[in-house]
């Protein structure tokens, strides 16, 4: 497999774990050859520790999930004094993304100052798209411009490092939304989180979730992912990175068709936690095919014309 090359950054799969599906790492340290997935985005770090939403957190439904895990994260200081050295001892090298987020822009920028000097991981992905704003009635700050380039404003001149900017699903102009993330130095969008939703018992009509609210996820959301990618990728210069509803191979190419640099796998990993290699390694064995079945070139323009109308 050729490894790839996206914002200076080597993977050896174009196929990632998405943010909140993996903790940080360990859930798949047992179950799976790390060499056989591209790297894993971790849990959405807050400045202070979080103790999340009130149970249930999760509930299925035909094309998916609905989450409100409310951010739960053991905070900066955690990260500092667990997770990193842990992530380092255990993860052999695997390209690992630090999700980034906050209830106003300034926590950001103390978190990515905060990790900044450590060693350990390649990227930040700044997740603008969960219920970010109490001000704002829980809005994303990627459904609010200001508020986005007040994140940027602050986080870009912290780092050298690659920043992803993670985008909502719910947004009417996503593509432009992706441009003006990049004009304020974003070095990559990723696309898309999960989208608002409600899920209730039929007969009772009670909440699925304690927090009421909550994001949908899984297949379902395959066209939403697939159509914000396609748009910005044609919008912008900077790679773009898919998910929503990726569980095999072929929904991992159409991205990847899209115009999207890298993948990443988030519920399909809770319906088979080897779900990730398996895209990867389709992936692969896919491309490998269309490379050793591409035609060789026409000898000369002025060869044969094929007959028939
Ligand atoms: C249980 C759960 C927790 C999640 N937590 C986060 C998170 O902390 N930060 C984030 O940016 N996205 C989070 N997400 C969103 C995923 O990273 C992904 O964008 C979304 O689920 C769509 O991909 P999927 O259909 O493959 O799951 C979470 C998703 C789920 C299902």
Request: aromatic residues 4%; negative net charge.
């Amino acid at each position: 497999m050729t490894p790839t090359q996206v914002f200076g950054v080597e993977f050896r799969h174009p196929v990632l774990l998405a943010a909140g599906t993996c903790g940080f790492g360990e859930p798949v340290v047992d179950v799976m050859d790390l060499a056989d997935i591209g790297g894993l985005v971790t849990k959405s770090v807050t400045l202070e520790p979080r103790g999340g939403n009130p149970p249930p957190r999760v509930a299925e439904y035909r094309h998916g999930m609905l989450n409100s895990v409310g951010l739960a994260n053991p905070g900066l200081e955690g990260v500092l004094s667990e997770k990193l050295p842990w992530m380092r001892d255990h993860l052999e090298g695997l390209p690992v993304i630090i999700s980034v987020v906050g209830h106003r822009p300034q926590e950001y920028a103390d978190v990515v100052d905060g990790l900044n000097t450590e060693d350990g991981f390649v990227a930040f992905e700044l997740n603008l798209s969960c219920p970010n704003d109490a001000r704002l009635g829980g809005r994303p700050f990627a459904l609010d411009p200001e508020s986005l380039e007040a994140v940027l404003d602050l986080v870009r001149p912290l780092t050298t490092r690659p920043l992803l900017v993670k985008l909502a699903p719910n947004d009417p102009d996503i593509a432009s939304t992706a441009a003006l993330a990049v004009a304020k130095g974003a070095d990559g969008i990723t696309a898309v989180n999960t989208m608002p939703g409600y899920l209730a018992e039929p007969r009772t009509g009670t909440p699925a979730l304690g927090a009421g609210p909550g994001g949908t996820s899984g297949p379902g959301m395959l066209p939403v992912g697939l159509g914000a990618v396609r748009a910005i990728a044609r919008k912008v210069e900077v790679p773009v990175v898919g998910v929503g509803g990726i569980l095999t191979a072929e929904d991992a190419l159409l991205y990847l068709d899209a115009g999207a640099s890298l993948v990443q796998v988030g519920t399909g990993s809770f319906a088979d936690p080897r779900c990730a290699p398996r895209v990867a390694l389709g992936v692969a064995r896919a491309r490998n095919r269309a490379a050793t079945h591409r035609p060789a070139p026409a000898a000369t323009a002025s060869g044969p014309v094929p007959s028939g109308s």
